[in-house]
Every structure is written in C-alpha cells, then in structure tokens.
C-alpha cells in the first residue's frame, strides 16, 4: 500500500475513527490524569498517587466495587435469562406475536428515572403493593421493600429495563437459525433443553455476547436506579463518583477510572466465559 | 468563497458582539443611578440557584416590573452550578451573573479571588454579610435563612413528647423501632442530625476545622449511639425521600430543613398538619448566599439584582411566600415555622475540613456497618 493510499485511508476514517478516539481519549487522559492529581480545578496540579491510597483504604470505595459489579453481572445475567425463552418462543410469527413484542419491548420507551420512581410509588409503605397484599390478607400490616439491603429493587428495575434490548438482539439471532438444523437435531432425540443447549445457544452466542456485554456496561454505572431505590448502606460507582466529587475532583476521577477499567475488563470476561461455557470446554 | 466569507462575517460579528459584552467595568465609583441605567442596557441577568427554580421565576417577575431587567434562571444543581463557576473562571466572559451557594460553602474557597466586591451597592446596615462564624468578606451577601430541624407527624407524636437530648432521641428510637429516619447523603438535613447529636454526646467542637486523630477518636465515641440502635432507626435516600415518607405516614420524625419543608406545604405537596421543631441539643442554621462571578457577563444587572433580592421587602416576601428566616435586619418574620425562642437553639455548621472528615468516618463505621 503506498503511502498516498494510506493517507487517503486515513481521511476517510477520520470522521468516524477521529472523532471516538480525540473525543473519547481526551475524556479519559483527562480522567487518568486527575486520578492523579493533574488538571487541579482549585489549586495547584501535582502528580501523586496519594488519591487513589486514599480510596484504595476507604471501605466506601471497596464496597462501591463490589456492588457495582454484583448489579452489573446480575443485571446482564437476568436480562439474558429472561430474553431467551421469549425469543425462541416468539421465533416463528402466530397471530399476535407482533403485538406481544411490541408490548415486551415498552420499557425501553421508558426513562430510567421515571421506572425508578414509579417503582417506588408501587413499593413504597403505602403503595400498591402493600395495600394488595393486606387486602388478599398475606400481610398483616405494611412492610418496608424501599431501598432493600439485598438491591433487589434495583436488579428488577435493571432486567425489566434491559430484558427488551436483550430480546432485540436475540430474536434476530434466534430467527437466523435454520428449521432444518433443529428438526435435525429433534429427529436425532434432542430434547427441548438439549436443542437449546447445543444448537440454540451456541448459534447466537455473538448476540448473547453482545447482550450481556452491554447491559452489563450500563449496569456496573448505573446511577439512576441506585440513588433512588438502592440500599442506603452501600454506593454504585457512580454514585460514590457524584458523592466524592463534593470534596475532591481527584477522588471523584479515581472512581470515574476504576468504572472504566471495570467496565472493559468484565465485559471481556463476560464474553469469554459465554464462549467458554457454550463453545469450549464446559459445553460437553 | 460566498459561504467562507458569510462565516468568517458571521464569526467577527459574533466576537465584537462578545467583546462588547465583556465585564470589564469597574462600578465602585459609579453612583447607584448610573449603575440601575447600565443594568437596564445589560438588560437581562442570569442567576444560577439550585433550587426551587420553578418557584423563583414568579417571584422575581416583581423585579422584572420594576427594573425592566429580565431575570434568567436556568436549571441546574449545587453542585453543578459551583463547578461550572469554578470550570470558566478562566474565561474571560462567563455565563453567570449572580450565583446562590450555601454561605458556608462560599466560605470553603477564596471568595475575593473569584467574585467581585459588592461595594458598589446602596448603604444598608440591615443586610446579612456575616453570619454563625461565616464571613462574606464584602463579596457575598446572604439571601436565604435556613435552618435544619426535625419534621414530625403530630398525629403520632405529641409537641410534649418531642425528643429534645441524645438520650430523648436514644429513647424514642427504642419505643417506636423504623419510625425515626435520616439521610446521610443528598442533603444536609441528616448530616446536621448525626453531627449535632455527636457534638452533643462527645462534647467535640465542631467550629473548630483542624483534623487530627485524636479529635477524630473523641468524635467517634458519638457513633456508639447509632451502633447500639442500628434496627430502630431507617437511612432514608436523600431529604426529599426523608419528608415524602413522613407525609406518607411511614415515618413520624426526620431531620428536614425548614424552608424546604415551608416550601413543600406551601404548595401542597406535602401535609399541612407536619410540624417542625428545632431540638435542645442544637442543629446547624445558616444561610445561602449571592455572589457575583469576577467575570459575570451583566455586572451591573448583577449589583441591581443583588441589591433588590437582599432588601427588607424581598426578605419579608421569601418569609411569606417560602417560610424563610429573612435576611434583613428590618424584615418581618412572622411566616417562620419555628419561633424566636427555638432559634435559640441553632448551632452553626462545623467547620472544614473536620466536618468532611467525621462525614467519612461515620459513613465508613456507621453506615456501611448497618
């Protein structure tokens, strides 16, 4: 290739590639560097590491990373979880099975913040839910579901926002698969489990992969859904990131970096454990 | 070249009209009624206040009337607002006018450094520059009392029976488990709960910023009181979680502020009947205030902004209208939620960085422990 050739290449790729890395690389250089005490908004800059030590020994910090990623593989799982049987089932078009798709996709019309507190409203002591469950006489007086310690207001809240971006992409996966392959493999005595295993699975393992890897990107940062019906014990990232910013820039990019290396390195791992479970050793 | 040209016009105009709009101008030997006739070519200012942003746009309309000056209020948080003041603090023309902040927080940067003196303004012993140990040093001036408090629900607990020492509220926490909450964040209601009731049982001086270990190790025989009684008490998610709970009838007391509360029930959000009281063991008082940026783009609709947002009339109208303690000397306060007497009772805020340090500890030993 000469060299004319590759600077016309260049160009071209320059709108689109350009743009994502000056763009996105700037923000991260930015991040990177204020982690370490760079670009001070109130002082003087000084290049330390004393800002991630401090995070480092905070348990506020520990514990923001663990939740984060215990919501943001729960989140991605569950979604998957709960899209797969919907997708197959909604494979072949019967009557009405447009309709039903279009009603299981809504949530992804809704606002992350409106779900989180109309969610609330539902839970809440007074709300809907208490009040039916003391009407059908399961409950003798109210109980507290806001804000529980085990978040799981907040992986519901996830998987009933994520399940239809889930379903988006496995359907199209799901309805690429041949008839002939599954009558194939139901003639040979696969059972439905089976069938879904070796040849369902495996054949849209690169939207599973998707998926997975997304939601879960978008779980692990989730602030929205925390802040409002989170445990009041324990911080996502993102929301330690809002909550160090008060006092220090520095803290608050410390936090920004780890969501970042989080975020790339368990939607590697996700990935790699789909392909591993359904394609390489553990699939037998 | 027909549209190179039109963009490089376009582009000159744009900066002329940028250059003209700069706020190089010195107002301190300016006389009153010149800087009201500039303010009046400025035309418009733009005040960045966090808060009840839909319910200061009416209000000011009285300003508007009568100086002809149209008032911008654009959406936006404490926080946001702050550091967008503090991000174009370089440019040589920002976006804000006047900004709102707490006065303790004004207090935690250099404020002769980013925001102009306000000397230029007409005499008026009765306006409020310094307040609880805060200093506006003649840059800030403070618009907005508040007060923190405890909110409750006189249907289940009586004015006689309101917990007024640690050990009232130790109690009231036993005798009714889940009934009492406070945030820890999304603000200052909760804070200013668990430190007061740490200043009350250690004895620590709060006022007093300088952080140490040992300071930090009496402070932190105050948590004891939390720990003994972890299952009696909720952590709401923020002050607005705290009183909507409250109005529910879920909780019957939590820390709120008074022209939070005043505002929500003035409007109907929020019962009627909710009390608010100021404990004897003391919670923060304080005040918000104005500044304006050094490099404001209507310096002069500034000064006249400030000038009438700080005056006795406009302090009695927020008084009615928001149930704030005014700010004027010769305001009237009648429409308070909490008497003179109680007033008695308001500390003022710790000081930093100790206040931000205790925070962490008690976040850390405390709330990650429940």
């Not at chain 1, 926002?161 to 139901?186: C, E």
């Not at chain 2, 007060?147 to 409750?152: E, F, L, W």
């Amino acid at each position: 290739m000469t060299w004319r050739r590759c600077a016309t290449v260049l160009l071209l790729l320059m709108p689109g590639l350009g743009l994502i890395v000056s763009l996105i690389g700037m923000v991260v250089y930015v991040a990177i560097a204020q982690s370490f005490g760079l670009y001070n908004l109130n002082g003087d800059s000084v290049f330390t590491v004393a800002h991630w030590a401090e995070m480092l020994d905070r348990k506020l910090y520990t514990r923001a990373v663990t939740y984060s990623i215990y919501i943001g593989v729960w989140s991605a799982i569950l979604a998957v979880a709960f899209a797969y049987p919907l997708a197959i089932w909604l494979r072949k078009p019967f009557r009405g099975s447009i309709i039903i798709g279009a009603i299981l996709k809504a949530p992804l019309l809704v606002q992350g913040l409106v779900a989180a507190f109309l969610f609330i409203n539902v839970i809440s002591y007074h709300g809907i839910f208490n009040q039916l469950m003391q009407a059908i006489g399961l409950w003798d007086e109210p109980r507290r579901l806001q804000n529980d310690r085990g978040a799981i207001g907040v992986l519901f809240l996830q998987t009933w926002k994520n399940m239809p971006f889930a379903l988006l992409l496995l359907t199209g996966a799901v309805q690429a698969i041949p008839d002939d392959v599954l009558d194939a493999a139901r003639d040979m005595g696969a059972g439905t489990f089976a069938r879904f295993r070796k040849i369902i699975a495996p054949l849209s393992l690169s939207a599973m992969q998707a998926a997975l890897v997304i939601i879960f990107i978008g779980a692990v940062a989730d602030f929205s859904f925390q802040v409002i019906a989170g445990p009041t014990n324990r911080q996502s990232l993102a929301q330690l990131m809002v909550f160090v910013r008060q006092t220090s820039w520095h803290e608050a990019a410390v936090v920004g970096v780890t969501l970042m290396v989080i975020a790339l390195a368990g939607s590697l791992l996700l990935a790699i454990a789909a392909r591993l479970i359904l394609k390489g050793p553990f699939s037998r | 070249m027909k549209t190179l040209l039109t963009s490089v016009t376009a582009f000159a105009l744009s900066a002329g009209i940028a250059w003209a709009d700069s706020p190089a101008t010195d107002m301190s030997n300016m006389s009153w009624d010149d800087i009201v006739a500039q303010a009046q070519d400025e035309g418009q200012v733009t005040w960045y206040v966090w808060y009840f942003q839909d319910r200061f746009r009416p209000v000011v309309e009285a300003f508007e009337a009568e100086y002809g000056i149209d008032v911008i209020i654009p959406e936006g948080t404490g926080q946001g607002n702050s550091d967008k003041m503090l991000a174009e603090k370089g440019r040589e023309t920002g976006d804000i006018d006047v900004l709102a902040w707490g006065l303790n927080d004004f207090d935690t940067i250099d404020v002769t450094a980013l925001f102009q003196p306000l000397n230029m303004l007409p005499e008026d012993d009765g306006r409020v520059g310094e307040l609880l140990g805060v200093d506006g040093k003649g840059h800030v001036l403070a618009y907005w009392g508040n007060q923190t408090g405890i909110a409750y629900d006189p249907a289940h607990v009586a004015q006689v029976d309101l917990p007024q020492t640690v050990e009232d509220i130790a109690a009231f926490w036993g005798e009714h488990p889940g009934k009492f909450g406070f945030n820890y964040e999304k603000g200052g209601s909760g804070p200013s709960f668990f430190q007061n009731i740490i200043r009350a049982s250690t004895g620590i001086d709060l006022m007093d910023g300088e952080v140490s270990d040992e300071r930090l190790a009496v402070a932190e025989a105050g948590f004891d009181v939390f720990t003994a009684q972890a299952d009696d008490y909720v952590v709401t998610a923020s002050n607005v979680d705290s009183i909507t709970r409250l109005s529910d009838g879920e909780l019957w007391m939590v820390p709120a502020w008074e022209d939070h509360l005043a505002g929500l029930q003035n409007s109907g959000e929020v019962r009627a009947d909710i009390k608010f009281y100021i404990p004897e063991f003391g919670m923060y008082g304080g005040a918000n205030g104005v500044a304006v940026p050094m490099n404001a783009p209507h310096p002069a609709a500034a000064a006249v902004f400030i000038n009438w947002l700080t005056s006795a009339d406009t302090q009695t109208l927020f008084n009615q209208t928001f149930g704030t303690a005014p700010m004027h000397a010769k305001a009237d306060d009648s429409a308070a939620l909490v008497s003179n007497a109680q007033r008695a009772n308001q500390t003022p805020w710790g000081n930093q960085p100790f206040r931000g340090a205790l925070e962490k500890a008690f976040i850390e030993q405390v709330i990650l422990e429940r």
